[in-house]
């Protein structure tokens, strides 16, 4: 049976995403379990934040980084490494994976000072 929210939530945030990046067009063969496990563990709009601020100039607020980290770092490694292959963003791979990380650990701080003791 087929989750119409999945494929909702997937569409969603590869067009925002597609909008903000051109690149980013949707191929038919992407890896199914990356979006089936990860794309749905973060909504769009914080979806859209995080790449703006690893791709752009973009700053993800707490509740996203809070999602961020609910998401998982495998999960975030892996969509953002799939972006950035693109071709026309792999010229700036390693940039792109240096902010990924200063994402990943801000978003991990920030919502360990916000965690109940």
């Given amino acids: 049976m087929v989750n119409?929210?999945?494929?909702?939530?997937?569409?969603?945030v590869l067009v925002v995403a597609s909008t903000f990046i051109p690149s980013?067009?949707?191929?038919?063969?992407?890896?199914?379990?990356?979006?089936?496990?990860?794309?749905?563990k973060i909504?769009?709009?914080?979806?859209?934040h995080i790449i703006s601020q690893v791709f752009g100039n973009g700053v993800a607020s707490i509740p996203c980084c809070q999602e961020l980290v609910q998401e998982g770092k495998e999960c975030h490694d892996t969509l953002i490494?799939?972006?950035?292959?693109?071709?026309?963003?792999?010229?700036?791979?390693?940039?792109?994976?240096?902010?990924?990380d200063e994402v990943w650990s801000y978003c991990v701080s920030v919502?360990?000072?916000l965690s109940p003791a």
């Fill in 24 to 40: 980013l067009a949707v191929e038919e063969n992407e890896p199914k379990k990356l979006w089936d496990q990860c794309v749905v």
């Fill in 4 to 12: 119409h929210n999945v494929i909702m939530v997937s569409v969603i």
């Fill in 111 to 113: 919502s360990k000072a």
């Fill in 43 to 48: 909504s769009p709009k914080c979806a859209l």
């Fill in 81 to 100: 490494k799939y972006i950035a292959d693109r071709p026309s963003l792999i010229g700036n791979k390693l940039k792109y994976l240096k902010k990924r």
